[in-house]
């Protein structure tokens, strides 16, 4: 017995050499957010075209790791939305999103050039992204969020209220499937979601302040884009929302989400697939 585990531990690392690869490429698909202004993970509206790109190393046909960077835009309306509290409510944002990710991935079946061709995947990890949310006001100018402390963040009389930063982490997870095309070319689709460290992806997570004090304080702007439902039509123009009206849930972070298709180069693919067949590896991990 000792001999067999012995032989197998000389052989592990000769059959991941075996069988590595690289794999370099562009991925495509659309994108959503999932928070304060948009109850669903996947909505009704919202869909934002994202694109990126991706680096893969596959220690074996099983196991690899992967980093990647991707651009998208996420937005949302309480407009759009079907609830008549939030249509009361009558905020809305838009951001630009950065994100650069790296994570480890799974294939459940072993896919090789001379092997299987296809096999679903999962994978899991840590991201960096960067984001600005804004809105337009009543003349349609862009307006950026964050300096106006839209929830008293910066104000003396609410202390708790710390201004959010816009570099922020997410872990990424999801899964999908991949197939092999020729001896070059691999295909994916994937759904990844990522959940957040924030909930200020779009500028609302707590209750109001004193309207009052934060027009004094951080300037009409703010406190006209900190309450918005008075701009709805029939609604009470002079109607403000007391101090501690719940304007967002504060329990619950945001999320974002990728639905993609990657293409990647199979890099040791070309010229001389035996390569991959100079080590004799045990059946199991073929």
């Known amino acids: 017995m000792k001999r067999i585990l012995y032989t197998l531990a000389l052989l592990f690392p ?44 596959f220690m074996n046909p ?3 790791i992967r980093v990647g960077a991707s651009y998208t835009n996420l937005t949302a309306a309480d407009s759009l939305s079907n609830l008549p509290n939030s249509q009361a409510r009558n905020l809305s944002f838009a951001t630009h ?12 079946l072993p896919i090789e050039i001379l092997r299987r061709k296809a096999t ?31 929830e008293g963040q910066g104000l003396s009389m609410y202390p708790a209220r710390k201004q959010y930063s816009l570099v922020n982490m997410a872990f990424p997870f999801g899964g999908g499937a991949k197939f092999f095309i020729g001896k070059a070319l691999m295909v994916t689709g994937e759904v990844g979601f990522r959940y957040t460290n924030t909930d200020y992806i779009d500028d609302v997570s707590k209750s ?34 007391d101090y501690g009206y719940q304007r967002g849930d504060s329990k619950s972070n945001d999320w974002y989400w990728f639905g993609n298709i990657t293409i990647t180069v199979y890099f040791r693919a070309f010229g001389n697939p ?6 004799k590896c045990p059946g199991f991990f073929r």
């Open 97 to 108: 999103l950065f994100e650069m990710h790296g994570a480890l991935e799974y294939n459940f």
């Open 120 to 150: 679903p995947f999962i994978f899991g990890g840590i991201a960096a992204f960067y984001f600005n949310p804004y809105a337009k006001d009543n003349n349609d100018n862009k307006i950026f969020l964050r300096p106006l402390g839209t």
């Open 14 to 57: 000769l059959c991941l050499q075996a069988q590595e690869h690289h794999e370099i490429g562009i991925t495509v698909g659309v994108s959503n957010y999932y928070g304060d202004l948009q109850p669903k993970f996947f909505g009704d509206y919202g869909y934002q075209p994202m694109a990126g790109i991706v680096y893969k190393y």
């Open 208 to 241: 109001y302040v004193n309207l009052d004090s934060l027009g004094k304080y951080k300037g009409k702007i703010a406190k006209a884009m900190s309450y918005r439902g008075n701009t709805v039509q029939g609604a009470d123009k002079s109607y403000n929302p």
């Open 274 to 279: 035996k390569e991959y067949l100079k080590t």
């Open 62 to 64: 099983h196991i690899g």
